[in-house]
């Protein structure tokens, strides 16, 4: 047994890392993992004992936390396995130069990673929209990519570097409270101000409503004279759920206005066209003379 454990799996150049040494290193680093794990659930635990402790900034924090933990395992991992690190300024240049022919995208990623969760910008259960059209939740900040589940709950992988090469429309960065604005037409001749009052009704009895202060109060804008319709906008404020199911809580809003409108008699138009028919009555004979009908 002794004979195994001192088996040199390299030795070169003064350096020798036995089955012994090996085993060390893959200890220290389970050990790492096994750590970081527990100060991760720790720190999500607490967010959640804690209601004053953002559960975002916990999970960046906790992101941060299990980096530097794994750093410092690789590193002690690296030294009980008779490592020198002298030679990590020629390691270094090896990695450069490795960089310089192809690893630019995972750097890249691995950098705009660390500052995602340093800035705090982006965040575990952000709802963002990206300049390429992609929509969801964020559901995990890791080292290459970050992972959006979509409302269809599609999971994409993004690169990390999109998120600060692109534009990002965070929906939910400062507050969980998201202002939708829902057009609708009414036909010409509608009483507006009573109009107004059932559209305003309806819309705040829906349970995705946010009106209880007077900055979310839900509003009916004017927006022009259509062909066929006085045109309307309704800005409603709805709560942090609601935005991430844009599909369906405009669907409840469309649905639910629609029958209001119905319910009390107001016309919502449709483009309608007259076609007007010209008949000639005029014939003509077999020797060409045009003669009139009557």
Request: net charge neutral; glycine share 8%.
């Amino acid at each position: 047994m002794q004979d195994i454990l001192s088996f040199a799996l390299i030795d070169y150049e003064g350096y020798r890392l036995t089955v012994f040494g090996l085993l060390k290193m893959l200890a220290v680093l389970i050990g790492g993992v096994i750590v970081s794990s527990i100060v991760q659930r720790s720190i999500m635990r607490l967010a959640q004992l804690k209601r004053t402790f953002d559960a975002r900034a916990a999970y960046s924090f906790s992101r941060i936390v299990h980096y530097a933990i794994m750093t410092l395992a690789i590193i002690f991992s690296l030294s009980v396995a008779g490592f020198d690190f002298t030679k990590l300024a020629i390691i270094a240049g090896a990695l450069s130069v490795g960089i310089g022919f192809g690893l630019q995208g995972i750097a890249n990623n691995f950098i705009s990673g660390i500052i995602m969760l340093f800035e705090r910008n982006i965040n575990a259960g952000d709802v963002v929209e990206l300049q390429s059209g992609t929509f969801g939740t964020i559901k995990e900040i890791n080292v290459r990519s970050t992972l959006i589940n979509t409302p269809d709950n599609m999971d994409v992988l993004v690169p990390n570097s999109e998120f600060l090469s692109g534009q990002v429309t965070n929906w939910t960065l400062r507050e969980g409270v998201v202002r939708f604005r829902i057009p609708f037409g009414v036909a010409y001749g509608t009483d507006k101000d009573k109009m107004r009052d059932i559209v305003l009704n309806a819309a705040n009895a829906l349970p995705t409503t946010v009106n209880e202060v007077p900055r979310y109060e839900t509003r009916v804008f004017m927006t022009g004279f259509g062909d066929s319709s006085l045109d309307f906008v309704l800005a409603v404020w709805v709560s942090d759920d609601a935005a991430k199911r844009p599909t369906t809580t405009k669907s409840d809003y469309l649905w639910t206005l629609e029958s209001a409108l119905k319910r009390n008699g107001f016309e919502i138009p449709f483009p309608q066209r007259d076609l007007h028919l010209r008949s000639d009555f005029r014939t003509q004979d077999k020797s060409g003379t045009l003669e009139t009908g009557e």
